[in-house]
């Protein structure tokens, strides 16, 4: 009888134990400042700065505080939209904000099992096309012509600037992260940051020179002075700074950015007749269809004498206005003669 007791105790309804169900208590709420790490593993280092400065904008409109994934709403995600709009940030870059905490959400929503209450339907998450600004041949002259105090960060950022140029538009990323072991023979192969596609640089005389300004034995990095950076999103910003005021002490009113030199480098290239097909494949465009036709015909050969010919129209050509017949002159003359085998 005993036993009967004690069993009819613990068979008690009250005293039921549930399997299976936690405690809501002890799980920790999934938001959007700690999981933004989580969501950004297995991304570019591009994608990676986008996910932080959204969230880092959201917090902003939210009044400094974190937000729980589960408490993003479509009326809220207007709000932050309508936010941004009143402070004039431009539709791209809302966009980029938008993409980059879409992107997020929807991470942990798969992840997570959060609900998913489609609070970005309706917003605006699209490109709007934008003019590409660039210099011109006299503006990159210019630039080249200051006269600026050896060491300082200005002279570094013109160099950056110039580097970029005649390294056929590589993007300022690329730059940041370019080791010495990336040289192989006469050449730069490098990945692109943004797409991963492979991009061969033959080493011109102009890049050559800026190289060696900065070597250093003890440093694989073709630009040590980089190092000192932890993220490459600090020295962008002091980067773009030094740009523009470089364009200030130069007289280009065109307000340089990072990206001037890669758009400056296209838009000469496509002015002196280089075909398209050939400035895609130098830029480490991903392209398909007639584009792609013309790159898989396109040797490190050519490449090299692309970016020669734009060297000597930028750097060379000026000095040689009124010459006609000098050696330099009749070589270019005659490399855009050839390139009409390669149509646009």
Not at 18 to 37: E, I, M, R, S, Y
Request: net charge positive; with cysteine; hydrophobic share 40%.
């Amino acid at each position: 009888m005993k036993f009967i007791g004690i069993f009819s105790v613990f068979s008690h309804s009250k005293h039921k134990v549930k399997v299976g169900k936690p405690d809501k208590a002890n799980v920790p709420v999934l938001t959007l400042n700690n999981f933004v790490t989580v969501a950004s593993k297995g991304v570019s280092e591009s994608t990676k700065g986008n996910y932080h400065t959204a969230v880092r904008s959201f917090h902003r409109f939210n009044k400094g505080n974190d937000i729980a994934l589960s408490g993003i709403t479509a009326d809220k995600v207007k709000a932050y939209e309508w936010w941004l709009r009143k402070r004039g940030v431009c539709n791209n870059t809302i966009s980029c904000y938008l993409r980059s905490l879409r992107a997020i959400y929807n991470k942990g929503v798969a992840k997570h099992k959060v609900r998913d209450a489609k609070p970005f339907k309706g917003v605006f998450t699209g490109n709007e096309p934008t003019v590409k600004t660039s210099l011109k041949a006299s503006e990159l002259q210019r630039l080249r012509m200051l006269a600026l105090s050896e060491g300082s960060f200005l002279a570094f950022a013109r160099d950056l600037f110039l580097f970029s140029f005649c390294a056929m538009g590589m993007p300022p990323i690329d730059i940041f992260y370019l080791r010495y072991s990336q040289v192989r023979g006469s050449a730069i192969t490098y990945r692109r940051q943004k797409t991963g596609n492979m991009v061969v640089v033959p080493i011109n005389e102009q890049m050559q020179v800026i190289i060696d300004r900065y070597r250093k034995d003890s440093s694989d990095l073709i630009f040590p002075r980089l190092g000192n950076y932890r993220k490459y999103r600090s020295f962008l910003s002091q980067y773009n700074r030094a740009l523009k005021a470089l364009a200030k002490k130069a007289g280009i009113e065109v307000p340089l950015s990072s990206y001037i030199p890669r758009h400056s480098w296209a838009s000469i290239a496509n002015e002196k007749g280089i075909p398209v097909g050939i400035i895609s494949q130098a830029l480490g465009h991903s392209n398909v269809g007639t584009t792609q036709y013309y790159l898989d015909r396109v040797d490190n050969s050519v490449m090299k004498k692309t970016n020669e010919y734009l060297m000597e129209a930028v750097f060379v050509a000026p000095i040689h206005k009124r010459c006609t017949n000098c050696v330099k002159c009749r070589k270019s003359k005659a490399f855009l003669s050839n390139m009409q085998m390669f149509p646009n």
